[in-house]
């Protein structure tokens, strides 16, 4: 099977910047969509951004020019950078692997345990 462990989260003022990190381990071939979700108290689950194995990006509207995802698929790790980070960025950030293919043809949906980011005014 396949584990994503996410690390970064913490406490940072308006206007701050963290980085988050989720390593992807296991049985791994290969991860198509690998992406960043976000849930706030009282709301739904979001999608913050996703980027292919061959590096396109999505990004929601509310994080544009703000957030950058990146990944290192030699690693099998995507990153989230945050900056000009706002009290509304507040949330719980899952890391998600959209298709982890433990081998050529059996595919999950991956998601890690969430790393808790507090933006404060």
């Known amino acids: 099977q396949v584990q994503l462990v996410e690390s970064g989260g913490g406490l940072v003022q308006a206007g701050g910047s963290l980085r988050l990190s989720c390593a992807a381990s296991?049985?791994?071939?290969?991860?198509?969509?690998m992406g960043w979700y976000r849930q706030a108290p009282g709301k739904q689950r979001e999608l913050v951004a996703t980027i292919t194995s061959g590096g396109s990006t999505n990004y929601v509207d509310s994080v544009k020019g703000r957030f950058t995802i990146s990944r290192d698929n030699a690693k099998n790790t995507v990153y989230l950078q945050m900056n000009s980070l706002k009290p509304e960025d507040t949330a719980v950030y899952y890391c998600?692997?959209?298709?982890?293919?433990?081998?050529?043809?059996?595919?999950?949906?991956?998601w890690g345990q969430g790393t808790l980011v507090t933006v404060s005014s």
């Open positions: 296991g049985s791994i071939f290969s991860i198509n969509v």
């Open positions: 998600n692997a959209d298709q982890a293919y433990v081998d050529r043809y059996r595919y999950f949906e991956v």
